[in-house]
């Protein structure tokens, strides 16, 4: 919904303009956004970037000191499936073994994940042929890392 009506107020491709304010802000230079059967790109998702392009949406958010950068990062609804937790402006808002923390989920396991207080920004990657039973996403391994480090 927000990346239809972002669509109509643009007076530019949808590419473009995330292009010029998005990407080149933070120094992303290579992605790739599949195309509809029309040509239109999927905005809503299947964007696709390097493994450590996205720390630079993290790092990005740990800095960003304006109202809606600190909204963006509040739970405003409870959240629900399948992650369980907080949902603020686009991200999960959740608390790591004591540490307030956020993240945004993918397809198949794909993660970003951010620990301010611990200066810890965490990507992990998914693969579809990988969800078998018994699978469990990265996510629960950045929690165990957070764990870990929040103990010494």
Known sequence: MLAACLTAAL????EQYTARRLFAPLGITRWRWPRDPEGLPYEFGHLELSASDPVRFGWYQTRDRSAYGRDAVTAHTPGGPPEGVGYGYLWRVTEMAGHPAFFAGGYAGQHLVVVPSLELVAV???????LRDGWRPGLDAVRGIVAAVATR
């Open 11 to 14: 007076d530019e491709d949808w």
């Open 124 to 130: 992990t990657t998914g693969k579809e042929a990988a």
